[in-house]
């Protein structure tokens, strides 16, 4: 078998010892569960509300919608490189495993950890705009007030629950969710077109390429692109998917492309409905929310409203599901090639879940949440805003790093020449990697504004310590193990899944899957 070397130069060998590893249920998921997985954790009704009114009312203007074309663009360029790899190595490691094979262990390592730590505060940072959404709500509409800790810990529970089961249960889920968010949004948005918009009609100027680049265009194209993280999720469940080599880079392009378009014409349509300097005036008020609610009452009616604030919170709660499935495959990939624990790479006998590493990540979040919850800090304004920051900042990077990995996998490493094509896995992926930088850039200039009031906490000022300290604290281990146990550094990121075809129903749990050196 012909692979990567971690130099880089030499065609890599097998491994002489495979080790037997759980694997998780094959054939858990098709092609429309791994999308709705993917979109459930890009979460469009939760981006939307929370990062459009932002661009609008502080970023690039009535131009937000040319900024989420722009981002389009951008991440469908990056696609490119990564459903390329996503053809050759299926792994629930997605990332690590893809850059330990472009890159080397070394980078590889310390990306996989990049990586965990984003997802698991991603999950955390959910909980808190669930949370706040359940609270604002639940009190509006039916006169209960509770602390909002009852509505996050009682997300925290059923996800868990959930999570214990295959895949399948929560694709299923996570598909009901994601077509009432979707439907509500796509329904303002319908019926604002149908009517020939707002005081302004129906305008062209958002959607013109030149207005994503007006303004604050910086923090305008931050806010785009945050809304797209998670939808690289979807090299996760390669394992369990069926025919992966298929599946996964269908589904990532559809998610990509299909969210794209998706975010394009809702904003646009919510700002020609409202406006367009009536939304730039509504988006940095005191009610920035109704640069969504204003259109959804005037053109479909006063119920809509009220249907659109509970689908906030089912729409959240999806979300955070999907982060929680996300972090847990992380630590099981990581845990099955003996680091941190062996038994995080445990599958359920029965489910084939990573119930163990679910289980943990369960732990992790609601410690996180708790932590949070005895210091006092807004669900809202601290714990999701200050871990969004720091998860968006770590996945970033990964995604930057995995862009190059694309190069140095088929290019510089010279596998599968089959694949190797000059504009797929070379030009592309490097125009990616570079947009990824400028996307980096733009979070590090805007890292203040987005935070908010938040921005004068301790683990604000942190962040980039704690992303930069995660990072170099995998490349410390990976030099470690390769002075120390040769053995275990072999197997950094390089547990993949060879039968990558069509899977059969009775493939047993724990058959070994590759080791590539």
């Known amino acids: 078998m012909s692979g990567h070397s971690d130099a880089g130069q030499t065609p890599e060998v097998e491994s002489p010892a495979p080790p037997q590893v759980q694997r998780l249920k094959a054939n858990s998921v098709g092609l429309v569960g791994v999308v709705f ?12 509300t929370g990062n459009l009114p932002i661009a609008v009312g502080f970023g690039n203007g009535v131009g937000a919608p040319a900024g989420y074309l722009f981002a389009t663009l951008v991440l469908s360029v990056f696609s490119i490189g990564y459903v390329a790899m996503a053809k050759h190595i299926t792994s629930a490691g997605a990332f690590y495993g893809y850059i330990s094979h472009g890159l080397g262990r070394v980078v590889g390592m310390a990306s996989g950890l990049l990586a965990v730590l984003a997802y698991v505060v991603f999950e955390a940072s959910i909980v808190g705009i669930f949370a706040y959404f359940a609270d604002t709500t639940v009190n509006a509409q039916l006169g209960v007030d509770l602390n909002w800790s009852i509505y996050a810990l009682g997300m925290l529970a059923i996800t868990a629950l959930l999570s214990w ?12 969710l994601l077509v009432a968010e979707v439907a509500v949004l796509a329904a303002m948005a319908i019926a604002v077109l149908v009517q020939g918009g707002g005081p302004d009609g129906l305008s062209a100027e958002p959607i013109n390429p030149a207005n994503a680049f ?15 993280v998670g939808f690289e999720s979807t090299a996760m469940y390669g394992e369990e998917s069926r025919n992966p080599k298929k599946v996964i880079p269908r589904a990532t392009l559809i998610s990509v492309i299909g969210v794209g378009l ?23 008020g005191s009610a920035p929310l109704d640069v969504f609610f204003g259109p959804t009452g005037d053109f479909i009616g006063g119920w809509a409203v009220d249907w ?8 959240s709660f999806a979300c955070g ?16 090639e003996g680091f941190i624990s062996r038994k995080l790479g445990n599958t359920h006998p029965v489910h084939g879940s990573p119930y163990f590493a679910s289980f943990v990540q369960s732990i992790i979040a609601t410690g996180i949440v708790l932590l949070f919850l005895f210091t006092d800090q807004d669900p809202y304004i601290h714990l999701y805003t200050l871990l969004a920051i720091l998860g968006t900042m770590a996945i970033l990077i990964v995604q930057t790093l995995c862009s190059f990995a694309v190069i140095g996998y088929f290019h510089v490493g010279k596998n599968h020449p089959e694949t190797a094509h000059w504009f797929r896995t070379f030009l592309a992926p490097l125009l990616g990697g570079v947009a990824m930088i400028a996307v980096v850039v733009l979070l590090l200039q805007n890292m203040e504004t987005a935070a908010g009031a938040a921005s004068d906490s301790l683990l604000f000022k942190l962040t980039p310590y704690i992303v930069g300290g ?6 410390a281990l990976a030099l470690y193990m390769r002075a120390r146990s040769p053995e275990r550094y072999e197997l950094m990121g390089r547990i993949i899944l060879e039968e990558a075809g069509e899977r059969v129903d009775d493939e047993p749990a724990d058959a070994p899957v590759s080791v590539r050196s």
Not at 165 to 176: E, N, P
């Open 262 to 284: 998706f975010y394009v014409f809702v904003s646009w349509m919510a700002i020609d409905g409202s406006g367009l300097e009536k939304s730039k005036e509504i988006a940095s």
């Open 321 to 336: 599901m999907a982060f929680h499935q996300c972090a847990a495959r992380y630590l099981y990939a990581i845990g099955r």
């Open 37 to 48: 997985m993917a979109i459930a954790t890009a979460a469009p009704i939760t981006a939307m």
């Open 165 to 176: 089961f295959d895949i399948h249960l929560t694709s299923r889920l996570l598909g009901v």
């Open 308 to 315: 659109f604030q509970w689908l906030l919170i089912t729409g």
């Open 214 to 228: 007006k303004g604050a265009a910086g923090l305008g194209l931050f806010f785009a692109f945050w809304s797209w």
């Open 470 to 475: 995660v990072f170099v604290g995998g490349i």
